[in-house]
Every structure is written in structure tokens, then in C-alpha cells.
């Protein structure tokens, strides 16, 4: 579990620094536009940036579900062993 734990807090970071790039970019669109310059490059830009923020968080949700599967497996696992000593008829083996 450290390894996805790590993995998470890579895409959190990950995202923040997308986010703080996509602020610096709209403001430097902004600053293009109230001079009057074209902003087509700089939108373009912050279009590109913004869909890379959806993948990154698309990817920390699919950490996320790691996570939570990893949490899960625990039970799961000794559900299953539990299932195996159980015969069909509803009553545990003695071993």
C-alpha cells in the first residue's frame, strides 16, 4: 500500500502544479487581451493545460480506487479462505 500511497501524493503534486500553471497562463491571457493582442497561442495553450489537469485527476481517481481496493482485500481474502473450508452443504471441514 506505501507504493500507491506514494503514487497519490506524486499525482497530488502533480496537480497543484498544474493548477498553479493554468492561473499563471490565464492571467498572461488576460494581460495579452487587455492589450489587445491576439490570444489565440495563449488559449490554445491553457486548453492543452487544462485537459492534461482532467488526465491528472482522472489517474489520482484511479489511485484512489487502488487504495481503496487494497484496503478492501484484507476481508476479501479471508472471505475466500472461508468460502474453501466451507463445503456445499452449508457446514466447515475440521482440519
Given at each position: 500500500?506505501?507504493?500507491?500511497t506514494?503514487?497519490?501524493?506524486l499525482?497530488?503534486?502533480?496537480?497543484?502544479?498544474?493548477?498553479?500553471k493554468?492561473?499563471?497562463?490565464r492571467q498572461?491571457?488576460?494581460e495579452?487581451?487587455?492589450?489587445?493582442?491576439?490570444?489565440a497561442?495563449?488559449?490554445r495553450l491553457l486548453?492543452?493545460?487544462?485537459?492534461s489537469?482532467?488526465?491528472?485527476?482522472?489517474h489520482?481517481?484511479?489511485?484512489?480506487?487502488?487504495?481503496?481496493?487494497?484496503r478492501r482485500?484484507p476481508?476479501r481474502?479471508?472471505r475466500?479462505?472461508?468460502?474453501?473450508?466451507?463445503?456445499?452443504?452449508?457446514?466447515a471441514q475440521s482440519?
Amino acid at each position: 500500500m506505501d507504493f500507491w500511497t506514494g503514487q497519490l501524493e506524486l499525482a497530488q503534486r502533480q496537480i497543484a502544479e498544474i493548477e498553479e500553471k493554468i492561473s499563471l497562463q490565464r492571467q498572461k491571457t488576460d494581460e495579452v487581451h487587455a492589450h489587445g493582442g491576439d490570444t489565440a497561442l495563449q488559449t490554445r495553450l491553457l486548453a492543452v493545460m487544462e485537459e492534461s489537469l482532467v488526465r491528472a485527476k482522472a489517474h489520482a481517481q484511479y489511485i484512489e480506487g487502488r487504495i481503496a481496493v487494497h484496503r478492501r482485500e484484507p476481508d476479501r481474502r479471508r472471505r475466500r479462505a472461508a468460502a474453501r473450508q466451507t463445503p456445499v452443504g452449508g457446514q466447515a471441514q475440521s482440519v
